[in-house]
């Protein structure tokens, strides 16, 4: 069992971007024990006031798309402008491996020794919503630590890129040029989350598809209805190999900020994702609450069967286990 | 007070196809007086057995798209190939004017009048939540008083379109074409739900525009992920007021059919729409019970102020609501 620190030892080391206490904090936020669970509170209670100040991005793209290859080359060079950066990852798919899509930490060899850099490996052994949940506590405090950008790492394949545009300010989709490539394992829903497309490994050979592709989405996406945030979406390439294309997207992502901060989006973009966690919270809760009920899950396989197959109307099954569940409780 | 029949009458008359009876037993279902509720519920346990075998069309289109002219003159086709056409609107808007988009009967005055179709104007003053709801319902007592075709009118502004998408099997884009009006209105995220766009008014002078529209369309969808249904979003051209392209859509909704039979996707589709529904249910009443808690909402306005502008965390506001709600139950 590893010592603890009192709240006063973690929030002086967080503030003053010490790394290490970060990164204890950071462990202390992901462990279930209900003793780290109220100090993981007040950790987060006590820094609150100092975060918020980063800019939030999350990178999307299905594997074999280059995102390791991208952040570090995209957080190399946010670095060299004396920005400091930290990388995090919602991988629901680690949970299977126990590993992380970060954890292989010699994919990104260069930033991990960079001294502005943080990379904190996705938390393992959790269900989706407790890596989402984790992963908004730790941007909150790699925020109170000094962190200038957040880059959040999602795998493209559906759930995790809905609860991180949730918790970002900019949403970048990495996509391949090349014949049905584009397509390959994204799912519906996710092009139209993204607040810009870059179309990566547009280098060599590959340089002109990519370039073909750009006009293509260009043409596409006009075509589709404007994003809520009064920017249009963007489409350019970049090499994340060959470093090339990374001031371009920077400076995308700078202009998106202006103008999403002069018209007011992004002050109410935040609010609404700062109310939407509550009002999540409050229905998993109460959800886990219904569904773990003992009396409710001796009825549930039966009646969700017979829903299924339209034997039962879903409005009575619904009641049915409603009343169920109140009857236990009262 | 009108005199309620009993659920034996009621059942017979929906199943013999008498319209009065299907209105009435609809007006029943409606209600919101606790009697009625029951007497609904029995309804529809009864007549639940002979519903689900219609096929279900959701159509949704910005005002001004044409879609009351479209469903007179594809719900007409429909009837002149002998099938029973059950027309149903999900309008939240008329919550406001207490009218109806459907109401406007002289809109659809061909099609009212017709003996093989039936048009149900939208209910009013409910939640958009409870017009869902009802709407769901009353399509399984068309259905069951022999409906071949159901035919949902939406009116394409977001959060109806969702919950119509819930209850259909196939999803109708209607567009216009011509500079930026395919746009006007439509928001992100409804065109990657349609199983198909038809772009409405290609007659006279528009309808050379409309050609170029679909040929952009089919391209630019091209890029964009497929759908689950294993069938490629098709977009073609109609004309509602001169009856034109009826006859390709009634096609490619068959196309559809036949594939999603074949691949599987029809059925599951439809047991997760059922499931989904009862879990909905479960959701609203659950969040209900909570957000209607008096020593909750004494709290919820200040902490969701605090929450919006980031002073107090939303885990924490969630975790203080839930434990001033389990407090007051226990």
Known sequence: ????????????????????MLSQAITVTESRLPAD??????????????????????ITGVPGVGKSTFIESFGTYLTSLGKRVAVLAVDPSSQKSRGSILGDKTRMERLSHNPLAYIRPSAT???LGGIARSTREIMLLCEAAGHDIILIETVGVG????????????????????????????????????????????DGDNAQAAALAVSAYQNALHLFPKADSGFPTEVL??????ENGMEAIWKLIREFEKTTRANGFFDQNRQNQNLNWMHDLIRQSLENQFFSDA????????????????????????EDLLRTFRNVKS
Chains 1, 2 share one sequence.
């Open 1 to 20: 069992m590893r010592k603890r620190l009192s709240v006063e030892d973690y929030t002086a080391g967080i503030l003053a971007g010490d790394r290490i």
């Open 37 to 58: 669970k109220e100090l993981a509170a007040a950790i987060l209670k006590e820094t609150l006031p100092h975060s918020g100040n980063a800019f939030r991005i999350g």
């Open 125 to 127: 052994g959790l269900f």
């Open 159 to 202: 759930q995790s890129e809905t609860l991180v545009k949730g918790i970002t300010d900019f949403f970048l989709l990495l996509m391949l040029a090349g014949a049905g490539d584009e397509l390959q394992g994204i799912k519906k829903g996710i092009m139209e989350m993204a607040d810009a497309i870059a179309i990566n490994k547009a």
């Open 237 to 242: 390439t970049c090499s994340a190999l060959q």
């Open 295 to 318: 009396a409710v899950k001796t009825k549930l396989t039966s009646l969700e069967e017979a829903v299924r197959d339209g034997r039962e109307l879903p409005d009575s099954a619904a």
